[in-house]
């Protein structure tokens, strides 16, 4: 069931939070290139 318009939000993270798995899972990725950026740019010029 939806909730009527209007209604304050209640529990749940404040308006603004990050989501920490999301914020986790973006360092992970961001680690993950950087150390295969060699492999990664081989990889491309290859395919394109």
């Not at 529990?11 to 961001?30: A, D, M, Y």
């Not at 295969?36 to 491309?44: A, E, F, G, T, Y």
Request: zero cysteines; aromatic letters at 4%.
């Amino acid at each position: 069931m939806s909730r009527k318009a209007g209604l304050k939000k209640t529990g749940g993270r404040t308006k603004g939070t990050s989501n920490r798995i999301t914020s986790e899972l973006k360092q992970f990725i961001e680690t993950l290139i950087e150390k295969n950026m060699p492999v990664i740019q081989r990889d491309l010029s290859v395919l394109f």
